[in-house]
């Protein structure tokens, strides 16, 4: 035990192994989703969802083991959400592109994903960013998680006429997310160790209780095999041969880039891991994503990236990557228990997420809301990541007019070079995803 306080410098960090273990199980279990939505929309494209199930699994691990391990950060990685869309009902059902030839397509993106790493450019892109846009980053994501936790709790619907509006109390299921946010927030006020997961914990039976959660008819399963995915990403490389396929390859990597930067921002920024503006041993870190986004596309999914959810297990304690060793071990065994996870439903882990937003909005007090030039951008990429459900859209609205703000108040030196490389990024960025 010593020795792995020690590597993972948990006394430095204020931390334990206990408290990481326990963070590490929040965050597992507060993302653990994926590995049943990740095969239903990759599902769609015609994938075989067993292998997709495994191929999620793996991929997961490994980049939660070379970010724990190499980078020492609590920060989990798995295949996003909405990406994994535009690969299933976007490249494949709408362009009428092979699954095989997406998986390529994900694979090439992948290398040049690296590359940029190895040359640091993303590290230098990360630093370049402003205290207050970090901030903003930061809370953004929090408004952006608490209203995923909003719409998993049944607690906000969609509305043709206003878009979203508030959830039907006749729905049972609503009282299962009603009840864990009731729950957890009067834990987290009386100062109960590890209120999050407990949270989960008790409304996880509250659900099997009132019956609207099933226990599994059997615990351990076989995990499926990975023949039908694997390895068809570099078969169909070759396939990379027109326009139409390396837009495919430039939203791959484009929507990863950002997604995941904004990610490794705000949670960095929550667990209080920023040191002078900058992220410590970034380059690790971004090392971490853009190999099990390689590993996931052999393997057969969609790309990785930092999880969003990672701030759960932050909130709970974890503080050094000894929380992401545990996540990527959950993730292993989760391929033969299996069954045992029906029972964290998406209503089980709503409170956990609409928690975890309050958190992290917190970051809004360091906000220099009096000057205009910087409350503009920084607002609109703190509503701009929930309204348009992208965590990249929403840092794309801020970079864009952060520098037009800066000039008009006259502040042009204080924009750095790569301030107006991203400005012009980003917009080649919504040009292409709106293409």
């Known amino acids: 035990m010593n020795a792995i306080a020690q590597y993972f410098h948990l006394d430095e960090l204020h931390s334990n192994v206990k408290r990481e273990f326990l963070a590490g199980l929040t965050t597992f279990v507060s993302m653990s989703y994926i590995l049943f939505v990740n095969p239903n929309v990759l599902g769609a494209s015609g994938m075989d969802k067993g292998a997709v199930f495994t191929a999620t699994a793996l991929a997961s691990a490994l980049g939660c083991l070379i970010m724990g391990i190499v980078a020492n950060y609590p920060i989990a990685t798995a295949p996003a ?16 592109v092979k699954w095989q030839t997406a998986l390529a ?60 509006t508030i959830g039907s109390l006749k ?16 834990l987290m006020i009386l100062k109960v160790p590890g209120a999050i997961f407990v949270g989960m914990v008790l409304t996880a039976i509250f659900g099997i209780i009132t019956g609207q959660i099933k226990l599994p008819t059997h615990f351990i399963s076989l995990a499926p095999s990975l023949k039908p995915t694997f390895g068809q990403a570099i078969l169909h490389v070759k396939d990379i041969n027109s326009m139409q396929l390396w837009v495919i390859v430039l939203t791959f990597l484009l929507v990863t880039f950002f997604d995941t930067t904004g990610t490794l921002i705000g949670v960095a920024q929550q667990a209080g891991l920023m040191k002078d503006n900058k992220l410590p041993r970034v380059g690790r870190a971004l090392t971490a994503d853009s190999t099990a986004m390689m590993a996931g596309a052999i393997f057969g999914t969609s790309p990785v990236g930092a ?39 998406t209503e089980v882990t709503a409170p956990a997420l609409i928690i975890v937003g309050v958190l992290m909005a917190q970051n809004l007090s360091n906000i220099h809301w009096h000057k205009l030039e910087i409350a503009v951008p920084a607002f609109l990429i703190v509503i701009g990541m929930p309204l348009t459900y992208s965590i990249s859209d929403g840092l794309s609205w801020g970079m864009i007019t952060y520098p037009i703000c800066m000039l008009a108040a006259k502040r042009g030196k204080e924009i750095t070079p790569m301030m107006w490389v991203l400005f012009f990024i980003f917009i080649i960025f919504l040009w292409v995803l709106n293409a």
Not at 113 to 127: G, P, S, V, Y
Not at 171 to 186: E, H, M, Q, S
């Open 81 to 96: 959400l909405g990406i994994n869309a535009f690969f299933a009902y976007t490249a494949c059902i709408g362009m009428h």
């Open 307 to 345: 999880f969003v959810e990672s701030s759960s297990g932050v909130a709970v304690g974890g503080r050094s990557g000894l929380t992401a060793v545990f996540v990527g071990i959950f993730f292993l065994i989760s391929m033969i228990f299996s069954p045992m996870l029906t029972v964290i439903t």
């Open 105 to 164: 397509a994900v694979f090439v993106a992948s290398i040049i994903f690296m590359l940029i790493t190895l040359f640091k450019l993303r590290e230098k892109i990360i630093d370049a960013i402003p205290a207050d846009m970090k901030n903003a980053i930061s809370a953004g994501i929090g408004l952006f998680i608490a209203f995923l936790g909003l719409q998993n709790g049944h607690l906000v619907e969609l509305n043709k006429s206003t878009l979203v």
């Open 171 to 186: 729905n049972p299921l609503v009282w299962i997310a009603i009840f864990g946010l009731l729950v957890t927030v009067v």
